[in-house]
């Protein structure tokens, strides 16, 4: 069975720093692309990035280019995200999912983790 | 970037059909995807490349793509169906996944 269980959330201040991570279990996590994907509170789904198999290649949405990075331990079956230089607007639920297809879709998601960015 | 415009909300009685619409540029040139989200859960993909259905879910559930819309439709509408629905493309031309707004699926 595919599980993705996220952790690393929590408060931090505006222009802080938070890496959530996403343990991954199931299926030859080596051999996907994964994902980030937000949500902001009564708002809707909104990808952040996704890193290729090696790690070769990662993509971003503008918002947080710069800002934040994605990365992967193929060896320990995990998903990073560094987030830099936090601001209110990316308060939100991040899922961690796999990227099927080209890949283009997303097949299975964990259940979240919670970043809220408040003084 | 690529924009894909989500009604807010549809309405529908049990045992009806419930069709969600998904308007882009040309969408129908490109792979549409749909996810259910209910209150407090992660999303689930419910339909892929268009009209795909992963395992587990119900044939109730189906999709079409052409010119300027996709559709994702909910046959004999059950309330646990209720939900928020999102449809996705990629964007091969900016390299970003884009979701539309979502609708809310309210069961009468």
């Known amino acids: 069975e595919v599980q993705l269980v996220e952790s690393g959330g929590g408060l931090v201040q505006p222009g802080g720093s938070l890496r959530v991570s996403c343990a991954a279990s199931?299926?030859?996590?080596?051999?996907?692309?994964m994902s980030w994907v937000r949500q902001a509170p009564g708002k809707g789904l909104e990808w952040v990035a996704n890193?290729?198999?090696?790690?070769?290649?990662?993509y971003y949405v503008d918002s947080v280019k710069g800002r934040f990075t994605i990365s992967r331990d193929n060896a320990k079956n995990s998903l990073y995200l560094q987030m830099n230089s936090l601001r209110a607007e990316d308060t939100a639920v991040y899922y961690c999912?796999?990227?099927?297809?080209?890949?283009?879709?997303?097949?299975?998601w964990g259940q979240g983790t919670r970043v809220t960015v408040s003084s | 970037s690529y924009v894909l415009t989500q009604p807010p909300s549809v309405s529908v009685a049990p045992g009806k059909t419930a069709r969600i619409t998904c308007e882009g540029n040309n969408i129908g040139r490109k792979s549409v995807h749909w996810y259910q989200q209910k209150p407090g859960q992660a999303p689930v993909l419910v339909v892929y490349?268009?009209?795909d259905r992963p395992s587990g879910i119900p044939e109730r559930f189906s999709g079409s793509n052409s010119g300027n819309t996709a559709t994702l439709t909910i046959s004999r509408v059950e309330a646990g169906d209720e939900a928020d629905y999102y449809c996705?493309?990629?964007?091969?031309?900016?390299?970003?996944?884009?979701f539309g707004g979502g609708t809310k699926l309210t069961v009468l």
């Open positions: 999912a796999r990227a099927e297809g080209g890949p283009d879709h997303f097949d299975y």
């Open positions: 490349d268009d009209s």
């Open positions: 996705q493309v990629w964007d091969s031309s900016s390299d970003h996944w884009v």
């Open positions: 890193i290729k198999q090696d790690g070769s290649e990662t």
């Open positions: 199931g299926f030859t996590f080596r051999s996907y692309w």
